[in-house]
């Protein structure tokens, strides 16, 4: 028996059209941001979380998850932008696989420098094709669709730690019994 529960038509437009805009507006924004300030859409995500955090620190696993970033992604950016002076790696004393991420005051410039573009980008390809009813509608919106599927993130997110920490462990007794 067929459980499927397919889209109607209208489901299927709408589905389509909301895919086709998120998907725009995101090309959009990292065009803008590549151009206009010479980084990558998530090198940007990582400077503003850095730069919201108390003391402009943060734990990498903590930070990847804030970003919705792999672990090993968000290695490799902080390392070019450790290269660009925006960032500093610090290990972490208690736990010899942590490390920190500490916003420079040369990141801060980055991010200052880059923010009223961006800001400008999101404001006239998100919000002024829209009435304030519309904005109020999407925030709405959006704020369901997160409120959804936030606990299905964070089980697979507990998942995939739990599966790099069990292969890292792994790792470390290869390590020690060669």
């Known amino acids: 028996m067929d459980d499927t529960r397919w889209l109607t038509d209208e489901e299927q437009r709408v589905w389509r059209d909301f895919s086709a805009a998120v998907g725009m507006l995101r090309a959009h924004l990292e065009t803008q941001l590549q151009r206009d300030a010479g980084m990558p859409h998530a090198y940007y ?21 804030a970003t919705r970033s792999s672990r090993s992604r968000l290695s490799h ?9 925006w960032v500093r790696r610090e290990a972490c004393p208690t736990d010899k696989r942590g490390a920190f991420a500490h916003l420079t005051q040369s990141g801060l410039a980055a991010l200052e420098a880059a923010a009223p573009g961006h800001v400008e980008a999101v404001r006239s390809s998100l919000f002024d094709p829209l009435t304030p009813d519309q ?5 709405e919106i959006s704020a369901a669709i997160r409120d959804r599927l936030t606990p299905r993130c964070a089980e697979a997110e507990a998942a995939r ?3 790099e920490a069990d292969e890292a462990d792994e790792a470390d007794d290869a390590a020690a019994s060669a």
């Open 45 to 65: 995500e990582v400077l503003v979380t850095l730069s919201e955090t108390p003391g402009q620190v943060m734990r990498m696993s903590d930070l990847a998850i």
């Open 77 to 85: 950016a902080i390392a070019r932008m450790e290269a660009q002076g």
């Open 135 to 139: 904005v109020r509608s999407l925030g």
């Open 161 to 163: 730690l739990a599966a």
